[in-house]
């Protein structure tokens, strides 16, 4: 029977998968069922918990297409390292670069019982350790490290993949060009207010160069910032439209008050 498969944010049935005791027609029915879903669905495989159940099976398709049972899977070894792109129907539409083992040794039971093993190496190796994580309440998203974590999480709530960027962040680099501006101004700002109560005219002088000095230093971080921050927002195709009138309007207003500042100063500082 074709199940409904869990999908996020639904939450994994539990939070360890249940190793089967007894082989007999309620396993024998869940297997059949993961086989229905997995077909249905045109997969590669999946988790028991995937459909809601609790027990450690999972079922994969093999390089040729055959549809493998592994009942109580265990990892017992591994070697080399593979990054990789995977999806996962737990994220639809969604997909993440992830670092998995590139071979691998699995030891499980059949629908008899009998003790097995199987090597696996490529995408079914991939496949499998996949899998396996669902039966540990895991993802793919645990493999991952926390910045990268919190960047996919961000994606998940603009409901973008991962791979098109098709979301808007609120956290750019061209802040920090933004930041170091405001910084430049404010001391300007700061030192212009200074200079309303000095007298004596050599100072006010070396006052106005610093000004004048800063000022051109902050209009050519405001250049770089302009045409940076247009090429960072071409990599979320979403800020093309919604950030263009941010870039141009933080732009504008760091010149207008570099103007006022600058021209105060000519007024009152430059002697």
Not at 55 to 60: E, F, K, P, R, W
Not at 90 to 107: F, G, L, M, Q
């Amino acid at each position: 029977m074709v199940k409904d498969i869990v999908k996020y944010p639904t939450p994994l049935s539990v939070e360890y998968a249940t190793d089967v005791r007894v082989f007999n027609d309620e396993l024998f029915s869940l297997i059949d069922d993961l086989k229905d879903t997995i077909t249905q669905n045109n997969l590669d495989g999946l988790s028991a918990f995937q459909i809601g159940s609790y027990y450690n099976v999972i079922v994969v398709k093999n390089d040729d297409g055959e549809l493998l049972e592994l009942i109580n899977p265990r990892l017992i070894a591994h070697s080399g390292t593979v990054t990789t792109e995977e999806s996962t129907a737990y994220y639809p539409d969604h997909s993440a670069t992830i670092k998995r083992h590139e071979n691998i040794s699995v030891v499980y039971q059949d629908r008899n019982g009998k003790d097995c093993s199987i090597k696996a190496s490529g995408s079914l190796a991939i496949l499998i350790q996949r899998k396996i994580d669902y039966t540990f309440g895991a993802t793919f998203i645990h493999k991952m490290s926390k910045e990268e974590r919190a960047n996919f999480e961000k994606r998940l709530e603009f409901g973008a993949d991962i791979g098109s960027a098709d979301y808007c962040p609120t956290n750019f680099k061209r802040d920090k060009i933004v930041l170091a501006m405001n910084i430049l101004t404010g001391a300007m700002a700061a030192g212009f207010l200074v200079s309303l109560f000095i007298d004596n005219i050599t100072l006010l002088q070396n006052i106005w160069q610093g000004l004048f000095y800063t000022s051109a230093v902050v209009v050519a971080l405001d250049v770089i910032y302009f045409f940076y921050a247009q090429y960072e927002g071409k990599k979320y195709v979403s800020c093309n439209s919604c950030q263009i009138g941010n870039i141009i309007g933080t732009a504008a207003i760091v010149l207008f008050k570099l103007a006022v500042i600058m021209l105060l100063a000519y007024f009152f500082v430059y002697q």
